[in-house]
């Protein structure tokens, strides 16, 4: 039986799931056991649309159409958590299985801490996110860059810090590191994103650690939960899963890459909120950015920790209606209500019809807040500042200021 903690190499008995799926199509095939044997109604996960650069939400009920959703799509950059609350109920009548990444996670603990999915219902099978290209950055990235038509490309992937493209006649590796310097590359807030390895998750599936003759063609799986535990071992039993003991040199390999990407992410971290400036010249780049706001609502109705019925940006003696650009009260309200949980997931950014860098904005407030308060968002249960006020805690804050004046904290 396995425990939380345990690893395995791990791949689908399945030939056609294994040829379509990007590893050893563990993840597919644990996705299909659980609809096979109604442990799930339904698995959410995400199939290609039009062409690579194109990755669709999809919900499957039937285990033949676990196909449709095999393989990483890199330019995946959709959120599927708000999903959940949306179009699935918050998941309250169903139980649903889902491939998640970091940031899918993040924000389904955050749905669920504010009662607006209902995580008992659902397994989530994590994937490591080393990152996601917007779709229009990379079809411009493999037209300038790599001078290659983006239509040409069938398979894209970022291994070993290279974005490595396969198009007819051959594939071609550039460094992230390079792409990125130039404006190019992962998505900002993927950049700066330390949830690499999902153990939050029930299970954290990656390819990372994967290597000798298994290289490719088998699922690197870390137990997370009993809920995983279980899904795993009963597929495994069914003889839908194959596993054997990683290789204790692959084991190495993999804590060395989480190791090196969260260095990358401090990296950029740093370099994105110095970038900011500071004091005046930061509230003035603020101000000045957000003056494009076209009131478009896509920051508030894609944020997964926005969940009012209706927001206080709507209500009139706060922000005045069918004024363009609303003023400033108007990005306040969102900084003070999502700062302290905010999972910089980018939907905010990527969605702005003005390109306003809101992820940033906001990730730099959450980081200072974390600092601050030492609550970390997306991981657990644990409630968000405001809704949790301990007095042990509120006292000792107080007296550690040396002062009696609360707004010494700030200083
Ligand atoms: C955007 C992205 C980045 C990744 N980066 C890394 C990495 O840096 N290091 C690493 O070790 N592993 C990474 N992975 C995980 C790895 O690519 C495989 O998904 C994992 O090893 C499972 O392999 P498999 O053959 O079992 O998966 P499969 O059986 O092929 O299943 C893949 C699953 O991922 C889902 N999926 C595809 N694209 C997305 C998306 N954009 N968002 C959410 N779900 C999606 C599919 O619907 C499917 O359920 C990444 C995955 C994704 C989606
Ligand atoms: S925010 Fe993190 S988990 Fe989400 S797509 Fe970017 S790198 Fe992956
Ligand atoms: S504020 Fe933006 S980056 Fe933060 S959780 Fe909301 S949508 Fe994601
Ligand atoms: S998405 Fe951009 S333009 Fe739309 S309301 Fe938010 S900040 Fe304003």
């Known amino acids: 039986m396995s425990k939380k ?6 791949w689908t008995t399945d030939a056609d799931l294994a040829k379509k799926a990007e590893c050893g199509g563990a993840v597919s095939g644990l996705l299909k056991y659980a609809l096979e044997k109604k442990i799930v109604d339904g698995v959410f996960a995400v199939t290609r649309g039009q062409d690579i650069y194109d990755a669709v939400p999809v919900i499957i009920t039937d285990p033949k159409d676990i196909d449709k959703t095999a393989g990483s799509l890199h330019c995946g950059t959709l959120l599927l958590s708000k999903l959940v609350k949306k179009y699935l109920d918050g998941a ?31 397994i989530m099978i994590g994937v490591n996110c080393g990152g996601t290209v917007s779709p229009v950055t990379a079809r411009k990235m493999i037209a300038e860059k790599f001078g290659v038509d983006p239509d040409t490309v069938h398979k894209e992937e970022i291994d070993k810090g290279q974005f490595i493209i396969e198009y007819e006649g051959g594939h071609k590796g550039i460094s992230i590191d390079e792409l990125e310097e130039q404006g190019y590359g992962r998505r900002s807030n993927c950049r700066r994103c330390k949830l690499k390895v999902t153990r939050q998750a029930d299970l954290a599936c990656g390819n990372w650690g994967v290597i000798g003759d298994k290289a490719g063609k088998a699922t690197f799986v870390e137990v997370c939960s009993a809920k995983g535990a279980d899904l795993l071992d009963g597929a495994v039993k069914a003889g839908v899963i194959k596993t054997e003991a990683p290789n204790p040199k692959g084991l190495e390999i993999r804590a060395k890459v989480e190791n090196a990407m969260y260095k990358l992410s401090d990296k950029w971290r740093k370099k994105d909120f110095e970038g900011l400036g500071e004091g005046r010249e930061r509230l003035k780049k603020i101000v000045k950015e957000t003056s494009r706001c076209i009131k478009c609502y896509a920051c508030i109705e894609n944020c997964p920790i926005c ?20 003023n400033f009260m108007f990005h306040l309200i969102r900084f003070a209500h999502i700062a302290d949980s905010c999972v910089n997931c980018g939907q905010c950014q990527e969605l702005c019809a003005m390109d306003i860098p809101n992820a940033l904005f906001m990730h730099a407030q959450q980081v200072e807040l974390e600092k601050m308060f030492g609550h970390v968002p997306g991981v657990d249960m644990s409630l968000p500042l405001l809704a949790l006020v301990e007095e042990r805690e509120e006292r000792d804050r107080l007296s550690a200021t040396g002062s009696d004046q609360i707004f010494d904290i700030f200083k």
């Open 307 to 326: 969940y009012c019925v209706e927001c206080s940006t709507k209500k009139p003696y706060l922000v005045k209606p069918g004024e363009v650009p609303p």
């Open 5 to 10: 903690g345990d690893m395995y190499y791990a």
């Open 92 to 122: 309250t009548n169903q139980k649903i299985a889902m491939t998640v990444k970091g940031c899918d996670m993040m924000g389904l603990y955050e749905l669920a801490k504010r009662q607006q999915v209902n995580l008992d219902n659902i």
